[in-house]
């Protein structure tokens, strides 16, 4: 295997525990493993709560993938089980409570996604229903002793709801000893995750601990915010963008960006030399270079990242032409007008929309035009007409 001193400089690359204390004491103990000079078992969990993964899930699929790269044994978990409780980590009241029929349909093509950034050989895809869903009421109730309600509420998000009053439902607390246990039932020497999981990943380490396994060592990654520059991206929240969106809507949505966020999204979204992103970042902020440029620079790199060069150029070229020249685009979408059909419903129903609530809020913005003209509620789409959405969605109607 590559040399440990290597193996450590980049694995240990990017990541944040938000304590240096913590930082030191864990990649030491990396450092210790690595010596072993064996295939470390290094695993991500990915709850299915959604149909796509999203740019946000692709900042620890790379840091796994790093890992792959270095010879060691990788694990995909698809969190089917956790998902019906859902992660509350980064939420500030309860989670929609899922179906197993929604979860399924949800992780339909995670492993497709997830390999447009890991080395699908080399990927070991797993669920955590394989032990979760077997346990007993006995095994869960020896599980619940090992953690106590003040540990919980030591939890920031917990801490903030518990002294506004608001309710906190018990099954939440299962939520960290559930991925606790899949890092016991996985034997793992390594867990990657999100800098918001990290009370999750120290619990892991508590029941393995006390199961006499060798604790494994949290490897965190920032949070990767979405196009609001402010919160996190979501696929729930709309400011995603998406593993499998098209070139051109990846593209679009990347020229979206608030200038200041470009030097996070080329750290943690891109596998761009870190020296040279470096100087992206240090002439941002001395204007030596031009964020309009570089956030195309950001786009095409991202584009062809997930779907190659050709994607990357063509996006581009789409991006110039409709957006910045103006022009309509010569291959867009045909879609068949039914008789009498709503602007609304065909905005949904021709997929430049998710929902007819969106739909009524990008034209109350002015966001929909048909044959260039700016539609309002009552406008009536007819068939030969161009309806646009936004800078970057077309839909020819005939």
């Given amino acids: 295997m590559a040399p440990v001193d290597e193996q450590l400089r980049m694995l240990m690359s990017g990541v944040d525990y938000g304590d240096e204390q913590l930082r030191e004491r864990f990649s030491s ?47 995909l978990l698809i969190g089917d089980m956790t998902a019906l409780v859902g992660d509350p980590s980064d939420k500030n009241a309860l989670r929609p409570k899922l179906t197993q029929e929604a979860i399924q349909a949800n992780e339909a093509t995670y492993f497709e996604q997830a390999a447009v950034i890991l080395d699908a050989g080399k990927t070991e895809l797993r669920h955590n229903s394989e032990w979760l869903g077997k346990l007993d009421f006995a095994e869960i109730l020896d599980l619940l002793s090992k953690f106590t309600v003040a540990e919980m509420l030591r939890r920031d998000n917990f801490r903030k709801r518990f002294d506004a ?9 299962l939520y960290a000893l559930m991925q606790g246990y899949d890092a016991y039932a996985l034997e793992c020497d390594v867990q990657v995750g999100g800098t918001e999981q990290l009370f999750n990943l120290m619990a892991g380490r508590k029941i393995q601990e006390d199961a006499g396994q060798k604790p494994h060592v949290p490897v965190t990654m920032p949070i990767l915010v979405g196009l609001d520059g402010k919160e996190r991206m979501s696929k729930s929240k709309g400011n995603h963008i998406g593993v ?10 990347v020229m979206s960006l608030p200038d200041e966020v470009l030097g996070d999204f080329y750290t943690l979204a891109t596998n761009v030399d870190r020296g040279e992103v470096e100087g992206i970042i240090a002439g941002l902020g001395d204007g030596s270079r031009n964020p309009m440029e570089q956030k195309k620079h950001l786009a095409r790199t991202i584009v062809t990242e997930l779907h190659g060069d050709a994607a990357g150029s063509a996006a581009e070229e789409h991006f110039e032409r409709t957006v910045q020249r103006k022009e309509t685009p010569d291959d867009m979408p045909e879609w068949n007008l039914p008789e009498g059909a709503a602007l609304l419903d065909v905005i949904v129903d021709g997929g430049l929309a998710p929902s007819r609530r969106e739909a009524r809020r990008l034209v109350e913005q002015g966001a929909v035009s048909l044959d260039g003209e700016v539609a309002n509620l009552d406008t009536a789409p007819g068939k030969g007409t161009v ?11 005939v």
Avoid: C, M, N
């Fill in 29 to 75: 103990e990396l450092k210790g493993l690595l010596e072993q000079d064996r295939p470390l078992k290094v695993y991500l969990g990915i709850d299915p709560t959604a149909t796509s993964l999203t740019l946000g899930h692709t900042v620890p699929l790379r840091k796994l993938r790093q890992f792959q790269e270095f010879g060691h044994h990788t694990v």
């Fill in 165 to 173: 009053g608001d309710a906190i439902y018990l099954h939440e607390f």
């Fill in 244 to 253: 499998h969106d098209a070139p051109e809507e990846q593209y679009g949505k």
């Fill in 387 to 397: 309806l646009q959405v936004g800078k970057r969605r077309w839909l020819r109607l």
